[in-house]
């Protein structure tokens, strides 16, 4: 009996659990943009149920509990005209929006595969329809889509892939741009988003390579991650005042984006977010709110140029922030900030016992790193253009991976005190002509790669240093 019980109480507790989770998930994920239903299992069974599927010749589509209808897929594999409409009634039932989640439930992948497709130039959603994706946020983990910087994800939304597409009608009353929803409509050189839209989703428009322009509405409150990354041909666009964060890769990519002025509500600027901005130009001005400036967030915007201020707020900078930002010539710390300081084109922390960046473009032939920095950034002297020679501080204890990126240093001197040089520290390096390492049992990097293959190691013999040049089979001098 006990036994029965505590196999009773059991399942209970994991039926309680798995409720909660729903609960809980979807209350955190559907931000009010997609509450057709309390949990995303029951949307997948409801609306991928074939059973229930009714089709209009055009459509197949599932009449709700409500009466309304959700397209599941477009199935005339013949149709060959130029505007394709997304109608607001289908027999009668109003239409509430169109289902999508894998590839099996792309509502164009039937067209794509018969190439008809390639037809259409021209979209229109027919007003009232205030959903194009009832999945939405509810079904989706919020770091489902978190990816590292070489990582390739293809969100496939609705209208993603219709390479000809150049026209879009969206309805006033739609509220969100969903997922991937314009990914890879490489014909598209600009849109109109309605007013009422409040959420543009992950990779909504990624490499929409002739999007020149795009006017995002005033009620805007997020921009979700890579929602315009390697939008190539896009030269401005305007950043309403309700954004507080610029997520991940948001515009990473667009190289010919040459000015935007940040809202001065922001906060946060997230991991990559104008990385390779290329043509991004002039004194960027930081907001005053910003407190943190992710991981290579400027990476590669060399056209920026004069001091980059850095706001009061401001608690954190990423690895390789401003990376190859070789215009910049300096950085300007707002009175009464408490964790940065500068000197001469160097960012340091407050104390000055680590080093965030080294701006690429410091014309300084040698520099020798204080005595009081204990640390470096990953990317700390990544691209430099005209140091030469550098020496390490003597309480420095390891070389971060890719510190020395792509520079153009001829001579590195480590000291004792180093007993650490981490994989890629000295990656891309090909103008590097001498490295010394004076502790003998530094542990030395396993992978190294693009490095001059003519530089001499300089080091103890049997040492570690020794090991690594015989390895690497680059010439070793010993040091007596």
Request: hydrophobic share 35%; glycine share 6%.
């Amino acid at each position: 009996m006990k036994k029965i019980l505590s196999l009773f109480l059991a399942i209970l507790t994991i039926f309680s659990v798995v409720s909660m989770a729903s609960g809980a998930f979807a209350s955190e994920y559907d931000g009010n943009y997609n509450a057709f239903d309390d949990d995303g299992a029951a949307i997948i069974q409801k609306y991928t149920n074939t059973e229930k599927s009714k089709s209009n010749g055009t459509f197949i589509y599932i009449v709700d509990d409500d009466g309304t209808a959700v397209i599941q897929k477009v199935v005339d594999k013949n149709y060959t005209g130029k505007t394709f409409v997304i109608p607001a009634k289908i027999d009668g039932h109003k239409v509430k929006g169109i289902y999508i989640d894998t590839n099996a439930y792309q509502p164009f992948a039937d067209l794509k595969k018969s190439g008809n497709a390639d037809t259409i130039t021209s979209v229109k959603v027919e007003e009232g329809i205030t959903q194009l994706d009832v999945m939405g946020l509810i079904n989706r983990p919020k770091d489902s889509f978190y990816l590292d910087e070489y990582s390739v994800k293809t969100i496939h939304g609705i209208f993603s892939d219709l390479k000809n597409l150049t026209k879009v009608s969206l309805p006033s009353t739609l509220r969100a741009i969903d997922a991937g929803m314009f990914s890879y409509c490489t014909s598209l050189k600009s849109i109109k988003i309605p007013d009422k839209v409040e959420f543009i989703d992950y990779a909504a428009f990624l490499n929409c390579t002739s999007l020149k322009s795009i006017k995002l509405p005033s009620k805007l409150k997020r921009i979700s991650e890579r929602a315009f990354r390697d939008c190539v041909s896009l030269e401005t666009i305007n950043i309403p005042t309700n954004i507080e964060k610029i997520e991940t890769m948001t515009f990473s990519g667009c190289k010919n984006l040459k000015s935007i002025k940040l809202p001065s509500k922001l906060t946060s600027i997230g991991i990559a977010a104008f990385a390779y901005c290329e043509s991004l130009s002039g004194n960027l001005k930081i907001p005053d709110k910003v407190r943190v400036i992710e991981d290579k967030a400027f990476y590669g915007c060399k056209s920026l140029t004069g001091k980059m201020r850095l706001p009061k707020k401001l608690e954190k900078v990423g690895d390789g922030a401003f990376a190859f930002c070789s215009g910049l010539t300096g950085f300007r710390i707002a009175d009464g900030n408490k964790y940065f300081s500068q000197k001469g084109g160097v960012l340091f922390n407050k104390d000055k016992t680590k080093i965030y960046c080294y701006l690429s473009g410091k014309e300084t032939k040698e520099y020798k790193v204080p005595s009081t920095v204990k640390s470096v950034s990953s990317y700390a002297f990544a691209g430099t253009k005209y140091l030469q020679k550098i020496t390490l501080s003597d309480k420095m204890k390891k070389v971060p991976s890719y510190a020395f990126y792509k520079s153009k240093v001829k001579t590195i001197i480590l000291p004792k005190s180093i007993n650490q040089v981490k994989d890629f520290a000295f990656d891309g390096c090909k103008k590097l002509k001498s490295l010394t390492v004076r502790n003998p049992k530094c542990d030395m990097p396993y992978y190294c790669n693009g490095i001059n293959k003519k530089m001499t190691v300089y080091g103890y013999k049997n040492s570690t240093a020794q090991k690594f040049a015989k390895k690497a089979k680059l010439k070793f001098v010993e040091i007596k």
